[in-house]
């Protein structure tokens, strides 16, 4: 399997600017998770998608973040408009189910950088 | 709220030293997840504790719950320049599926 996949890997944009992540879970892992990594707050979670139904969605930080997870294979995690203090490395993950909670598998993350 | 917090932030070693890293929760945990993430990477997983005062090793890591499961550690023996990156203990966010991190501790090896 080659993993939780993350595009991009980075991206540049101006304050204002739509911002659209996108992930590609492991194929047959039921939980996906979106992270947000600064030095000043850590490893944040976002949001979290079971069987494509998002369950706790108390970690975004304010409208203007949103997370779909249309099917089983891709999820997006959208940042409109977006503003400096967005900047931060995003991270997907995700966890087979069974057990509370089980290993989770992180993609690459997206390094987001907001002028 | 739920907190996780770890001691120390930054640590740095010359090769050869041990090194440990500590975890204390705010609440009791069900069982606690350690990850490493190198520069530049992403978190990886190393280890789950479940039983209360379970110690397990993985070469030279030694993993430990506390007795009332709201405190682990990590020691490492002998480090290495391979060892370098950050430690994240991580426990479950509101005894659910999801996991609550602590801000992890950074590593710095000289050799």
């Known amino acids: 399997d080659a993993g939780v996949i993350q595009s991009p890997r980075h991206e540049v944009t101006e304050m204002g600017q739509e911002v659209t992540l996108r992930c590609k879970p492991i194929s047959g892992h039921d939980y996906l998770f979106w992270y947000r990594q600064t030095m000043m707050r850590g490893l944040e979670l976002l949001i979290y998608?079971?069987?494509?139904?998002?369950?706790?969605d108390s970690g975004m930080p304010e409208d203007r973040f949103s997370a779909k997870m249309p099917n089983a294979s891709f999820s997006t995690l959208k940042i409109q408009p977006s503003e400096p203090r967005d900047s931060a490395v995003y991270f997907c993950?995700?966890?087979?189910?069974?057990?509370?909670?089980?290993?989770?598998?992180f993609g690459p993350g997206t390094r987001l950088t907001v002028l | 709220g739920q907190q996780v917090m770890q001691i120390p932030q930054y640590q740095h070693v010359q090769e050869g030293e041990d090194f440990t890293t500590y975890c204390n929760s705010s609440t009791t945990l069900s069982n606690i997840q350690w990850y490493k993430q190198r520069p530049g990477g992403h978190p990886v997983f190393l280890i789950q504790l479940v039983k209360s005062g379970e110690v397990k090793k993985q070469k030279r890591l030694t993993f430990q719950f506390g007795e009332a499961k709201k405190n682990s550690s990590l020691h490492i023996t002998a480090t290495q320049t391979t060892d370098v990156g950050t430690y994240f203990c991580?426990?479950?966010?509101?005894?659910?599926?999801?996991?609550?991190f602590g801000k992890g501790t950074t590593l710095s090896v000289s050799s």
């Open positions: 998608f079971n069987n494509n139904v998002p369950i706790d």
């Open positions: 991580a426990g479950p966010y509101q005894a659910g599926t999801a996991l609550i």
């Open positions: 993950a995700s966890s087979p189910s069974g057990g509370s909670p089980s290993e989770q598998f």
